[in-house]
């Protein structure tokens, strides 16, 4: 009886033509110009307070909607400092939210946060490492491996903002494992109060069709490069920023899903931010409850079009996911802030190892009520 009344509220959904994909939890409504401001907990550092935009997916046929509020937020009371996109075509591009100079001089906007400019410095490919100062003006693209030092421009010492190993595709062939290889060999020892942060063009692990036992199967911690299972594995990453999978997702520790998948237990806690929406997901992208995947649910999940909020106080991160789901601008803030976290305990209580749906007792993607 509940798989006849499940199969015909979903063919009611697809009916409709929409299939609903939040599940119950603190999602409220926001308009773009009165997005509430987070308020990260923790001791506060004014000269390593910055907020960031993360947004991924296709920019071509992005959705106006989102660029519109992606607008607003650089000019709220608060504004971004840097956007990073992630491409759906392997490059990572991160800008200054204020570009130097007159806008009149060149002819272009001095908020190039909403739409990212053609002029991006692309960073070749022979380095491995790079330091950037966020300053007004700043804009560089990745196509290849490289470990990125970002760091706030102070009136004596620059302060690191945080480290992020940025991996844009993974490889193919011989050479480009070997690129991944050395990046991943040359990485600096982890710093205290300083946040190691994983870009990666997939997630690690995913509630939505690529994630373990959905539709495509792809992004599961195992299918992931040696060197960075590795380093995953080691504790040395803090936060992953991922796309490839529609919609946003919130976890804010991913051990337990790893666990799950490929039976690895990592030895810190790894969060997980996965933005992949600038337009609104086709429904064979988002998928139904049963090509969803058995992954352990995120803390917080949507398959709508939207980006996320990231405010970086005193080396910790508290991210934001703004998500549009019919004509309503929906947010939710992270549940606690991400920082540097002390080891997990080597033996300790995990989810079901088995493939289950809805088994979980927060878990199982059901729709809102």
């Known amino acids: 009886m ?19 994909a939040h599940p119950p939890g603190p999602w409220v409504s926001a308009e773009p110009p009165e997005m509430t401001e987070s308020a990260p907990s923790g001791p506060k550092v ?3 307070s910055v907020r960031a935009l993360v947004t991924g997916g296709d920019l071509t046929g992005a959705s106006e909607a989102l660029l519109d509020a992606l607008r607003e ?23 200054s ?8 001089a060149d002819g272009q906007s001095p908020r190039p946060c909403a739409r990212l400019p053609a002029d991006v410095t692309e960073t070749p490919s022979e380095y491995l490492s790079e330091t950037i100062d966020l300053e007004p003006g700043v804009s560089r693209r990745w196509v290849h491996p490289t470990h990125i030092e970002l760091r706030l421009p102070e009136p004596a010492t620059p302060a690191v903002l945080l480290r992020m190993t940025v991996v844009p595709h993974l490889p193919t062939d011989a050479a480009q494992a070997s690129v991944l ?11 205290a109060g300083v946040l190691s942060v994983l870009v990666l063009p997939q997630p690690v692990e995913s509630a939505g069709p690529m994630g373990q036992g959905g539709r495509h199967a792809s992004a599961v911690y195992h299918r992931l490069p040696a060197p960075l299972r590795g380093r995953i594995e080691g504790g040395y990453f803090d936060l992953v920023l991922a796309s490839g999978d529609a919609g946003a997702q919130w976890s804010a520790d991913i051990s337990d899903a790893v666990a799950r998948s490929s039976k690895v237990w990592i030895r810190r806690p790894l969060a997980q931010l996965v ?25 917080l999940f949507s398959q709508h079009l939207g980006f996320a909020r990231v405010d970086f106080v005193g080396g910790v991160a508290m991210p934001t996911l703004v998500v549009r789901r019919g004509r309503r601008w929906l947010e939710a803030t992270a549940a606690a802030p991400v920082g540097q976290s002390d080891s997990l305990p080597a033996r300790r209580a995990v989810p079901s190892m088995a493939p ?12 809102a009520p």
């Open 46 to 48: 004014r000269s390593l």
């Open 356 to 367: 289950c749906r809805d088994c979980d007792e927060a878990s199982g993607l059901r729709p």
């Open 181 to 191: 290889r050395q990046v991943v060999a040359t990485l600096p020892p982890r710093a």
């Open 2 to 20: 509940r798989t006849l009344l499940s199969i015909v509220t979903v063919s009611a959904s697809l009916a409709s033509g929409c299939v609903p």
């Open 275 to 299: 933005i992949d929406g600038m337009r609104q997901p086709a429904l064979r992208r988002r998928g139904t409850p049963w090509t969803r995947g058995t992954s352990l649910r995120p803390d």
């Open 73 to 95: 937020e650089v000019e709220a009371p608060t504004p971004p400092a840097f956007r990073l996109h992630l491409h759906d075509h392997g490059a990572v591009t991160l800008v």
């Open 97 to 104: 939210c204020h570009r130097g100079g007159d806008p009149a």
